[in-house]
């Protein structure tokens, strides 16, 4: 007896699954992941810095001493290589360890003339990459692509509490009390 397969719009049907040419997330991550990529790769050949010194040394040159959480919280990399990555530019010159002199017990990061001088030499090449990045747009789209990704990046708590929320609903399954040890009292 031969059984009839299904047909491939079928399977394909009864299959959930995302639609990477709609889905925001992936354009989105696909396109960081290469960028940072890249950038990285000739930060490191011609500056002998990866990015995430890069990333330090942008808001360095823009606070002028900043500390670590700081810039966990700004650019959302880990509290933990932020640190290291501190470790690695106050061995190489490029910044200085101090007391934050608001709270004397926080440590920050202070820029020096040679982490400036990086910055600086980095900077011609970042702001060449962002050109040629956007050279397909007018400059019309630009400012409305800047507009939204400023947009959707104040957004980002909102998707932090929507996904809480529908997990929480989805997820949760009530938890079973604990079964007291026969010593236990209240």
Known sequence: MKTSKPSTAATNESVKKIDLDHYVPAYLTWTSNKLSRGASQHYLKVFGVGIETWRCLVLLAIEGSISAQQ???????????????????????????????????????????????????????ALERERAFLEVLSDDESETLLNLLR????????????????????????????????????
């Open 71 to 125: 810039v966990s919280r700004v650019i959302g990399m880990d509290k933990a290589s932020v640190s290291r990555c501190f470790k690695t530019m106050q061995e190489s010159g490029f910044i200085r360890i101090a007391l934050d002199p608001r709270d004397g017990r926080a440590r920050i990061a202070v820029l020096t003339a040679k982490g400036r001088a990086l910055h600086d030499e980095i900077r011609e090449v």
């Open 151 to 186: 947009r959707l990046h104040e957004n980002l708590p909102a998707v932090e509490t929507a996904t809480q929320r529908f997990i929480e609903q989805k997820y949760a399954k009530p938890k079973k009390p604990r079964k007291r040890a026969p010593n236990e009292t209240d």
